[in-house]
C-alpha cells in the first residue's frame, strides 16, 4: 500500500467521528453534574420531575413518559422566589421550572378497574404533591385502547387519555401513536460492536499509513499526529471497556423484567377468574409492583390484591378468604384445613374454578 494523503485526512475523519460517538455515553453524567451544582447553589431546588417521581409498576413507565411530556425535565422548587431564581442560573436556562409549596393537596382520585388517574401511578414524596398534579393533571391510564374508546365516548369524560403503550387521546379527540421504550440493552450491544469494529479497521489503516509514508519524507508533524492518535485510541479503549460493564446490569435488568411481566399478567387473569360476578364481570385486581424497579433483582417484590366492589387496601388488611382467594397453593387446597378462612362464596367460586 502507497502513502496517500487523502487517505490518511479520512482516516483520521472517520476516527474522530468514533470519539465523538463514544463521548456522547458521558451526556447524562454531565447533565447530573449540573444539576449537582444547582442543588449546591439552591438548597431549597428539590430536582427534576423525572428525578423526582417514579411509575409504580414498570407497565406505566410509557404512559407515565407521554403525560408529563414536557414537565418531565421541569425542575421543582419549594417556593416561587426559588423557582424565579433558578431561571436566572445560566446552566439551567432550558427547563422550566415549578414552584413546590409546602402546603399539601389531597387528591380525589380513586382506583378504577381498569383506568386510574396518572398521578395514582407514581410514586413521590407527599412535599410535591402539588407539583405532581400539575404536571400529570387530569390524565388517566387506561390498559387499553377498549377502555380509552369507553372513557372518553362513551362516557363523554373530557380528559386525556393514555394507553399502556402510549397512545393518547386528547379532550379534542386526537389521537396520536404509541412508542416502545425496550430494547435499550440491545442498542447498546449493538453500538459497541460497531464501534469496536471500526476502531480495529482505523487503527489498522492507521498502521498501514504509517508503514507507506517514504522515511526520507517524515517529519514533525507526522510524529506529532501518529502519537495523538495512539492516545485517541486509548481513550476510546477505557471507554469501551466501560460501555462493556455497562451491558451485564442492563441484559440482568431486561430478563428480570420478561420473566417479572410474564407472571405479573398471569396473577392478574387468574384473580380475575376468581373473582367474577355479576356485580362485577371484569372481576378484582391483581398485581406485583417492584421495591426496586432500577436494579428490581436485588430487592423485593409485593403483592397486591383489590376485591371487586372494595378500595385498593394493603395485602395484611384484606379478610382471612380474600387472602386465600389472592394466594392459592395448590389444585387440591380445598380439602386442607389452611381454607378455613373461606366462607360458602368463595368456596363456590373457586369450585367453578376448578
Known sequence: MTYDPLIETEAKEKFADVYQHLLQAGVNRNESEREAK??????????????????????????????????????????????????????LSSPSTRPAPSQSTTS??????????????????PA?????????????VCDTMDVVRYVCWERGQEVRAVTLAGTVIYKSGLITGGR?????????????????????????????????IPRGKADENVIAEVTRLESAIAVIRDDLFT?????????????FNKAYNHISDCIDQFYKDLTKGK?????????????DSE???NAGIKYHAMPLMKQFRDMEQLSGGEKTVAALPAPFFVLDEVDAALDNTNVAKIANYI
Do not use: F
Open 38 to 91: 444547582l442543588k449546591k447553589t439552591l438548597a431549597s431546588v428539590r430536582g427534576r420531575v423525572v428525578d423526582l417521581c417514579k411509575p409504580t409498576q414498570d407497565k406505566y413507565e410509557t404512559a407515565v413518559s407521554v403525560i408529563l411530556g414536557r414537565n418531565i425535565d421541569a425542575i421543582v422548587a419549594d417556593e416561587e422566589k426559588t423557582a424565579i431564581e433558578c431561571i436566572d442560573v445560566k446552566q
Open 108 to 125: 380525589s382520585a380513586h382506583l378504577l378497574e381498569v383506568h386510574r388517574l396518572a398521578v395514582d401511578v407514581i410514586q413521590y414524596e
Open 128 to 140: 410535591i404533591e402539588r407539583a405532581m398534579l400539575h404536571a400529570c393533571g387530569n390524565a388517566l
Open 180 to 212: 416502545s421504550t425496550h430494547g435499550g440493552g440491545k442498542k447498546w450491544e449493538k453500538d459497541v460492536q460497531g464501534l469496536s469494529c471500526l476502531r480495529d479497521n482505523l487503527v489498522a489503516q492507521l498502521q498501514e499509513l504509517d508503514h507507506s
Open 243 to 255: 460501555l462493556s460493564a455497562i451491558l451485564i446490569p442492563v441484559t440482568r435488568c431486561e430478563l
Open 279 to 291: 356485580a362485577s364481570p371484569m372481576g378484582g385486581i391483581a398485581y406485583l409492583s417492584l421495591q
Open 295 to 297: 436494579e428490581p433483582y
